[in-house]
């Protein structure tokens, strides 16, 4: 045997004259350090598109330095041997793809999942989601407790927060699927898309006004009006549903028509008020509300709120709600009946929907009882509490006999 195949190990035969055969120089000499060649070519396979390639080499020099060192353990020169063939078999899965690495780096450090509005960030950079940021605070409102990020302990508020801007756009291009369909679509296009475009989305029969529950995939939509039956249906039947839609817009109506008739009213005063969190002196101490005193009416009055109707750990809870009652501070000669409502100070975005409350006050009965604020739902309460103060406007209506 010549001394080519000899040094070859009995690999294919030399080429032409001066010619080595690939991968020949990596096998000459080279001893242990033969799987740093496999190594670093599996690294930079599983760095995939978008990474420097510094990161690739870094890791084959680590592995070539643990199987090449000729005293190194035989387990540790193992262990680097295999470590070459995970990364060979990940990036052969796909397992490396940008997207999904991205998907780790930019999630939510709360709920863990990517951020579907806006993004803040700690004054360290951990990311938070606009609905887990405002619970965080709401939440310490509640146990008096300074808020603090959950990766790094630092304090956050919305003063020493921030947004991402960058990430904010960098998680509104990565490709989300469509509940309906399953297609891949960038988040910045996929409500779109779920709303107007997609022929599996859910739709319902153009005729349910008139009854018809039908619920579908919008591909099946012209199928089903074809055949539906309820046009067909008798005038009797049709009366019927009118009324029940009729009742329901009377409800709506009957509000509206209640706040044109108290703007009729001689006396009228409204205000800005301010509530401020305060706690009760009691051994387990719960959060209230109180504004300062003001004045309407050319009357003193007070107004206080408390949450979840003095719960004792309304933190341990996921529905929240506030309540408020309007007290009376000034003495009065004779009954002053009033009707009154909150609603959404000037720079506030809370959705609070109008509810008119009516109450007689006098000097023995100078405090209304406590009644809901009408706030649509927990996560608008939790955008007052993660709040400083919360900001409201009060109107007052005297009603004169």
Known sequence: MSGA??????????????????????????????????????????????????????????????????DAPPKKRLRAAEAAEAA???????????????????????????????????????LMCAGC????????RLKEEQA???????????????????????????PSECGFCLCQFPRSLLERHQKEECQDRVTQCKYKRIGCPWHGPFH????????CAHPTKTGNELMEILDEMDQSHRKEMQLYNSIFSLLSFEKIGYTEVQFRPYRTDDFITRLYYETPRFTVLNQTWVLKARV???????????????????????KVTAPLECSFLLLKGPYEDV?????????VFTNESNE????????????????????????????LFQIQK
């Open 133 to 140: 940021f405002i619970h965080l605070l709401a939440d310490a």
């Open 5 to 70: 195949e000899e040094a070859g190990g009995g690999g294919p035969a030399a080429g032409p004259a001066g010619s080595v055969p690939a991968g020949a120089g990596a096998g000459v000499g080279a001893g242990p350090g033969a799987a740093a060649g496999p190594a670093a070519a599996a690294l930079g396979e599983a760095a995939g598109p978008g990474l420097p390639d510094e990161a690739g080499l870094a890791g084959a020099r680590q592995l070539q330095e643990a199987a090449g060192d000729p």
């Open 351 to 359: 959705k609070i929907s109008p509810v008119i409350y009516h109450f």
């Open 220 to 227: 099946e939509l012209t199928v089903h009006e074809a055949a």
């Open 368 to 395: 209304t009882d406590y009644v809901p604020l009408p706030i649509v739902d927990s996560v608008e309460c939790n955008k007052l509490l993660a709040a400083k103060n919360i900001n409201l406007r009060l109107f």
């Open 88 to 126: 060979a078999a990940a990036a052969a899965a796909g397992s490396g793809k940008l997207e999904e690495r991205l998907y780790s780096v930019l999630c939510c450090t709360v709920c863990l999942d990517l951020p579907k509005a806006s993004v803040y960030q700690c004054t360290n950079g951990h």
């Open 308 to 330: 979840n109707d003095s719960e004792r750990n309304p933190n341990l809870s996921c529905k929240r709600t506030l309540s408020f009652q309007l007290l009376l501070k000034s």
């Open 148 to 174: 603090t990020c959950p990766n790094c302990r630092c304090e956050i508020s919305k003063s020493l927060c921030c947004r991402n801007l960058a990430v904010e756009k960098a998680v509104s291009e990565l």
